[in-house]
């Protein structure tokens, strides 16, 4: 039988998020950690001075750690402004300070609190973290279908880094692809780094170790 790329988009959501949910507090809080560790670490090395952090909902890789540490190195830390693009004023990121100034209460997603001196210039961030459902080896991403990041990451400068943060189960052999999907660079898990095209992995170590 075969399927649309809508219809094979689905069926990997369903199955990917099946497993993200049958994860332990314990498994979701060690992956952050992990993953944390190395993003802070490359961006330490690379010296880069701006980035675009996804606030996390749900199972996703957490992201609030990271946040705190890229600030105490001196990073600035922007968030995506979801809640402007879904009301129709435009994407937007927005600098935050601390962890604290993220709002969470009757939210999906968490939203930096707004103001017009912390509206950063999308162009000048150096990397972007983005969640997804699934990602490929070739940085295929698949989202949760409402685009968000595909529109985000085309007003990124030519120069950025583009990354995925996600669980090993989240790389698969294949994820199906439209015009508008926007690949990532590489993909970061507890126990690999996949630059597009390249495998990375080390068994039984992750990176941030």
Known sequence: MSYSITEEK???RERVRALRQSLTPEKVREAGETISHFIRSH?????????CVYANTGKEIPTEGLMQGLLADNVTVAVPDWEAWKQGSGLRVVTIKSTDELDRKDRVVPQPMVSDDRTFPIEELELFLVPGIAFDSEGNRLG???GYFDRL???????ATFTGLAYD???VTHVPSDTHDIPVHEVVTPGSIQVRGVDNKQEGKGYGS
Do not use: P, R
Not at 43 to 51: D, L, N, Q, R
Not at 153 to 159: G, P, Y
């Open 169 to 171: 189960f989240q790389v």
């Open 153 to 159: 990451l085309l007003h990124a400068s030519s120069t």
């Open 144 to 146: 949760m279908g409402g």
């Open 43 to 51: 961006v330490s090395a690379a010296e880069i001075g701006a980035v």
């Open 10 to 12: 689905q069926l990997i």
